[in-house]
């Protein structure tokens, strides 16, 4: 089978660099990773997007991946404007947006702050700060979310975890997933590699060291009203569950919910054909 023909760009944005991925022609669907990935982790997921008639644009966010790393700005206000200056210099005035992780918190700020350029919205495994979030700040017997707070203090985490990226994502992929080996081995190794770049376990955990911040932007935009584009939450059985849902309805009108089955947090990894079934499903009006 041929491989998708993936286009790479190169955006910048008040001197950040950001690396951005495309893939088909038709109505725009902007994908957002979030930690410990990039990119990569929506392949497949872009390749069933182009067959079923939609441009997939994914987009590295800044810090991981093939983006620069710059010492702040990891805000998710800030991280949605650099997702915007992505979409301008592809020439996308309006696209709907699937945020995964950290990145659904990107996402469900683009949606906030500019609404009218966000034609439906997707939020996978997460839940913002102020709306769910937090509660994995708290240690409990059951909390396998340490990482939560530990690395709010990124300069501390990366003393502790430099050189060690391997072990770090072999407990990710291994204590949060329904298959322990849904991610194979090649592309465990593609993430491994990213993550050693020099400065990206810092930029990584600049996502979780934002929570504050994020926390009181979130909660002020709501109070400024809801949002009602179409929105969807989804969510794995074995992980987030219905949370995405149950976010997205303290702060929208219009909200589904979707739970895939056998699945833990690593939707587009453990049940990519699932997940695409379902974001199809809930794209398709945007075609017409």
């Known amino acids: 089978m041929t491989a998708p023909a993936f286009r790479h760009h190169r955006v910048v944005r008040d001197g950040v660099g950001l690396h951005a991925v495309s893939l088909g022609e038709g109505p725009a669907v902007l994908l957002i990773h979030g930690f410990p990935q990039h990119w990569w982790m929506w392949r497949k997921t872009m390749a069933d997007l182009a ?19 710059p010492p ?14 992505v979409l301008d210099a592809l020439e996308v005035p309006r696209a ?10 990107t996402a469900l700020a683009m949606a906030l702050s500019e609404p009218a350029r966000v ?8 839940a913002p700060p102020g709306f769910g979030y937090e509660a994995g700040l708290t240690a409990a017997p059951d909390n396998v979310n340490w ?10 985490a990366v003393s502790f975890i ?20 849904a991610v194979p081995q090649d592309d465990f190794e ?15 955990f600049m996502q979780f060291a934002s929570v504050f911040e994020d926390m009181a932007w979130f909660k002020a935009r709501a109070v400024e009203g809801r949002l009602s584009l179409p929105c969807l939450g989804v969510g794995g059985a074995g992980a987030a569950g219905g949370w995405p849902e149950m976010a997205l309805r303290a702060l929208a009108d219009d ?25 199809l499903e809930f794209l398709r009006p945007e075609r017409g």
Request: cysteine-free; charged content about 20%; overall charge negative.
């Open 51 to 69: 067959a079923g008639g939609f441009r997939a644009v994914a987009i590295d966010q800044r810090g991981m991946g093939g983006s620069d790393i």
């Open 119 to 126: 034609a439906r919205l997707a939020v996978l495994e997460y």
């Open 72 to 85: 702040a700005g990891y805000g998710k206000a800030d991280l949605a404007r650099d997702a915007f200056a």
């Open 255 to 279: 909200v589904q919910g979707a739970v895939i089955p056998d699945a833990g947090h690593w939707l587009a990894e453990e049940q990519a054909l699932a997940l695409s079934e379902t974001l």
């Open 147 to 156: 990482q939560l707070a530990f690395f709010t203090y990124p300069d501390v």
């Open 96 to 105: 709907s947006v699937v945020g995964y992780d950290h990145g659904g918190g």
């Open 190 to 204: 593609v993430y491994v590699r990213a993550l050693q770049r020099p400065g990206a376990l810092r930029g990584g």
């Open 162 to 181: 430099a050189g060690r990226e391997r072990q770090l994502l072999s407990w990710y992929f291994q204590h949060w997933s329904h298959n322990p080996d």
